[in-house]
């Protein structure tokens, strides 16, 4: 995927197509900061706890959008690249990006991959409330993170996840697979021997020409999609219910009520136990009143 650095103005719509047409060796060059990188950070720490292998996210993320740094000499994801129309774009700010994503969706562009994983924003609808969280490094790669596990539950190979992140047509996937292999070795600085890459057990796989591999590539995606979105689902629950705990628990209407109920409770109690107390004596004293009578009885014989 062919990528250029985008100086843009979030004027009007048609300047972001202008963009496309700009070879990428006329566009200004602008000093790029590499030093706070929060894709690395973020698929590090996603890759811990979805438990992905190490750096398999962190590969997936650089081919996706991969940027040189040449004072560091090294490849560096780039958290506001947008790619729309077979190009990507590097945009220097996540504002930019987000005023370029909307624009494109105002004129109708529907195809548009976006953030440090590159999420589809057509075929992952649900994945995010709104651009603003589609490009947050946390959420996007969370996101991803979700997805990729859901395509390992449906193909029991992590390199044929991979593949299958990528896209919906098996022949590009295949060559994808092969981009994926040689970053992830050079990453994680050990062979491909020692990396988890025994392929999919699932014999669709095994000729990406076919129907067959078409099929089971869609259903993957399909069920990964829905377990991504189910997962993001459940999490957003949780917090909103735990945030509407916390709120709770400092309300004034809440405490008070909480004392009242407390207090009434108190009172029922304590009438029970009177109630249960009045009971108690009646019974002694009959009991105590018939042992009497027994014992006059006795003596009096």
């Known amino acids: 995927m062919e990528k250029v650095c985008v100086k843009y103005s979030g004027v009007l719509p048609l300047l972001v197509f202008a963009v496309i047409f700009i070879p990428s060796g006329v566009l200004a060059k602008k000093t790029v900061d590499f030093r706070n990188n929060s894709c690395h950070a973020n698929t590090k720490s996603q890759e811990y706890i979805g438990g992905i292998p190490t750096d398999l996210l962190t590969s997936i993320s650089l081919a996706e959008t991969g940027r040189w740094n040449p004072k560091k000499k090294e490849m560096f994801a780039w958290p506001w690249t947008v790619t729309w129309g077979g190009k990507g774009r590097y945009f220097p700010t996540k504002q930019s990006a987000v005023n370029a994503v909307a624009e494109l969706q105002y004129s109708g562009v529907k195809n548009i991959d976006v953030g440090c994983m590159q999420v589809n924003l057509k075929y992952h609808p649900k994945a995010f409330r709104d651009l603003d969280e589609a490009f947050d490094p946390v ?20 390199i044929q996840a991979a593949a299958n992140y ?3 047509n098996p022949l590009l996937n295949l060559n994808y697979q092969t981009k994926i292999l040689e970053i992830w070795r050079k990453v994680s600085g050990v062979s491909l021997n020692n990396l988890p890459t025994n392929p999919s057990k699932d014999p669709a796989y095994r000729d990406p020409k076919t129907r067959l591999a078409q099929m089971a590539l869609l259903n993957s995606r399909f069920k990964a999609r829905l377990e991504a979105e189910r997962g993001e689902k459940k999490g957003k629950k949780a917090r909103r219910q735990l945030e ?23 009172v029922q109690r304590q009438k029970s136990e009177l109630k249960n107390d009045s009971k108690n004596f009646s019974k002694k004293r009959l009991e105590q009143l018939a042992k009497g009578r027994k014992n006059r009885y006795f003596f009096q014989r």
């Open 139 to 158: 959420s996007n790669i969370n996101y991803a993170r979700r997805f990729l596990a859901g395509l390992y539950k449906s193909t029991g190979s992590w």
């Open 166 to 168: 990528h896209s919906t």
């Open 244 to 266: 509407a705990w916390r709120k709770a628990r400092t309300s004034p209407n809440l405490l008070a009520h909480t004392a009242a109920k407390i207090k009434a409770k108190l």
